[in-house]
């Protein structure tokens, strides 16, 4: 008897580790700002992201060159004169749900989190704090968030004849498609 | 009008003309089809992958930007955001893949884990896997 606890106990921790961290490949990123002359809208796909639940940490690493635009020329001028991704290839966020325990990880539902973290873009960190939503779905967790950003605070330089036509601030979407971790 | 005037108005409009059309070519020049352009390599996912884990450095140097035609086994199928279709390649390693973006999807439903397809795209580089956008299917073996 005393070992069937034990086994039962051992059995519970594995497999609350085992549900604790998802994590996906398949992330989307994607960022608009409306021009008078036309939208600027790239697009990214293939965002990895891990989320432990535990914790509430997250993270989340996309390459600049994989946010794709529908015209050839605005994604060369994004990767060569704005985001210089030859020399900055990655982007980076590392943070944190505030808000852990309004979120039932156990009940489906969306919940609302507040997310605070650092945000490298450019080779340039700088502090966010973002409201968003989690999804408790069947078999994974759906999180998205809308926030903005400027581009000056990541020494992102916009030529003067362009600056004026542009907003100051760019309109950023997040949706993430996790799964648990299936440890090995 | 004396005739040398007509002739530099002439060629001043000319050039104005071709300026103009040249910068709207410029603007609205699509991606290249990725299904017709002459690929820059023809490799295994498996041998892609482990030359960015191997050497990233030199990896992204040799083949970031270029058109590559790449034969692999479908590890996954995931439909992502806004009309894309995202397959995973199998490599020799677990945790990494070749991640081959599609854009717009075709159908998910042609495809089945398991099936050895060809494919051409525009590699971005690496993250924790190999990333390919602008994909295009070249060839099925089932």
Known sequence: MK???LFAFLFNIVLAVNAQKYMTKNGY???FSHTPLEDIKGDNNQVAGVLDISTGEMVFQALIKSFHFDRALMEEHFNENYMESDKFPKSLFKGKITNLSSVDFSKPGTYDVTVEGDLTIHDVTNKISTKGTIEVVNG???ASSKFKITPEDYKINIPGIVRDKIDKTLEVTVNMKYTPLASK | MKFQVKVALFVVLA???SG???ALYMFNMKHPDTA???PDFVITSTILQKEFEDNEKEASAKFINKILEVTG???SITPADSNHLNISLKTGSDLSSVICTFSPRPDASK???GEEITLRGECSGFLMDVLLNNCSIISERK
Do not use: V
Request: glycine letters at 8%.
């Open chain 1, 140 to 142: 994974g967790l759906n």
């Open chain 2, 36 to 38: 017709s352009a002459k």
């Open chain 2, 20 to 22: 103009i059309l040249y």
């Open chain 2, 111 to 113: 495809f089945y884990t």
């Open chain 2, 73 to 75: 086994i479908i590890n």
């Open chain 1, 3 to 5: 070992r069937l606890l």
């Open chain 1, 29 to 31: 990123i994607g960022f």
């Open chain 2, 15 to 17: 050039i104005a003309i």
